[in-house]
């Protein structure tokens, strides 16, 4: 998806017509997104063959009812099959991490991780899959403003096997290693919501009821 013309982009056309139903509903979402620089690319941006440059994300999206879109980049890589440490060298693996379904190290991140917020304030903290097992990445998102804690995660990608529920238990061990910078008690409440990390999140007359939890320094 591109990212400078995301709002005639099919899928996300097709999530705003879902999100009419619901004033103020948003949808916070996975999508591999681009942006292409024609003139002043960035150093971490790839040369295309029509003179072009390329910067290509695992991103999380939050779509609203209006025409504001927030995007968050996933900064903490998967080594080899989303980073490709010492890329010339090690060319000769890009085939075997294709094959495990990565961008073979072609993703850019962020430097600092920053919040999705709704029209009412509350913020969420975009948590992309493998993030969920650094602590103190996401407690810095909780230490900015996060209410909640949001993981994506594609669980398809791990088809009969134990990866998806190994996913869904670490983040509640992880977030609350020592040096993480707070304590917390997690409460799962459902299977696509997870708490922790000193948020407690409850459903309320069907809406998501966000409250902290002392945070200890």
Known sequence: ?????IRSNNYFL???????????GNLIT???????????????????PQGQFMDHYST????ENSAQVQFYHKSKLVPGA?????EHALSFLKP???????????????????????????????????????????????RS?????AIITND????????????????????????????ARPIPVSRHLLTSAGILCSKVNGGLKPRLNKILT
């Open 156 to 183: 398809g990608w791990w088809e009969n096997t134990s990866g998806k529920d190994q996913h869904w238990i670490m983040p509640s061990c992880v977030l609350l290693k020592p040096g993480a910078g707070f304590v």
């Open 82 to 86: 989303e980073s490709l440490p010492f």
């Open 145 to 149: 403003g996060a209410q909640f804690i």
């Open 96 to 142: 075997v991490f294709a094959h495990l379904g990565g961008a073979t190290g072609a993703y850019t991140g962020q430097d600092a991780p920053t919040n999705l917020y709704a029209a009412s304030g509350i913020g969420a903290a975009p948590v992309i899959c493998y993030e969920s097992i650094w602590g103190e990445w996401v407690a810095r998102s909780v």
């Open 60 to 63: 999380a999206l939050n779509i």
């Open 30 to 48: 996975g999508a591999e997104t681009y942006k292409i620089y024609s003139t002043n690319p960035p150093k971490t941006a790839t040369a295309l």
């Open 1 to 5: 998806m591109d990212e400078d013309h």
């Open 14 to 24: 097709q999530a705003q017509h879902f999100l009419s139903k619901y004033k103020n």
